[in-house]
């Protein structure tokens, strides 16, 4: 058996490379198409013209429903990892709220574009990056909790290294970018597509959108370390059915007959302990 045949694992694999391909392949049209200049735009911008407005948007969307899935059998998995222990239980759940936000986020960015709502955009993309590295932290303080007996120190240190290049990312990007837009007075940045070097701006413009890119590639990249651990869980849903027909009423003398099945309708089963 493949690697990616084992439990869950395909699914942070295919969270990670979809959700780059939305952003390499809308960077790509909007270059060829000379929408944005080519040397480092912001991820927003390659995503504000038809048609690679479009494809951005269906992409995110798929990615915030695969994010929300992979933040689910995470949440399952500690959660049967770790019965007895409530604190666990409390950082666990809270992991998964901002999870499900983080990937609300995503949607607003997907579908109100920079150019057109900015403060909608600026919404989703604070829900985004900013919950999405209190998520990261959360799962972080939870790998450290769960050390040495279900997770090895190795997992704790390599998230906690994510965490801090999200934040030392989005700490770079705010700071250029309120530098950019007070040498920028009177001008509507946001729908500002094209940049020459040497104008006024420039420079803290440049390094926003690197701190940007950095920001995004770490915030995926994170999930890359849940591949081990979902080698390790499997997710069953189970058909529960309460009638042996569909009628409002019984008809044609069919008896009612409810079939018992198990008491939760979705399941997930860690397979295994994680390797410490």
Not at 77 to 97: D, I, P, S
Not at 107 to 136: E, P, R
Not at 171 to 184: A, G
Not at 264 to 276: F, G, N, Q, T, W
């Amino acid at each position: 058996m493949l690697w990616f045949q084992q439990g869950l694992s395909a699914l942070p694999v295919v969270l990670v490379l979809w959700t780059s391909a939305a952003f390499i392949l809308s960077y790509i049209t909007a270059v060829l198409l000379q929408h944005v200049d080519p040397l480092v735009p912001y991820i927003s911008d390659t995503g504000t013209v038809v048609p690679e407005r479009c494809v951005f948007g269906l992409m995110l969307n798929i990615s915030s429903f695969l994010g929300v899935a992979t933040m689910y059998v995470r949440y399952k998995q500690v959660e049967e990892l770790n019965r007895n222990e409530v604190r666990v239980h409390k950082w666990n759940k809270a992991g998964l709220a901002l999870g499900i936000i983080s990937s609300f986020g995503m949607c607003i960015v997907a579908n109100f574009q920079k150019t057109s709502v900015i403060s909608m955009h600026w919404v989703g993309a604070v829900l985004t990056f900013g919950i999405g590295t209190i998520y990261i932290l959360c799962q972080t303080v939870l790998s450290y909790m769960m050390q040495p007996h279900i997770n090895g120190k190795e997992t704790f240190w390599i998230r906690l290294l994510v965490g801090v290049w999200c934040g030392v990312s989005i700490v770079c990007m705010f700071v250029s970018s309120v530098i950019m837009y007070s040498s920028l007075p009177g001008i509507d940045v946001a729908k500002k597509l094209h940049w020459t070097p040497g104008e006024t701006g420039y420079t803290p413009h440049i390094v926003s959108t690197i701190s940007e890119w950095s920001l995004a590639f770490a915030f995926v990249s994170f999930f890359l370390t849940y591949i081990r651990d979902f080698q390790k869980i499997k997710l069953r849903a189970e058909a529960i059915l309460q009638s042996s027909h569909l009628h409002d009423t019984t008809h044609y003398n069919v008896n009612v007959h409810v079939h018992r099945g198990e008491r939760s309708p979705l399941l997930a089963r860690a397979c295994d302990h994680a390797d410490s």
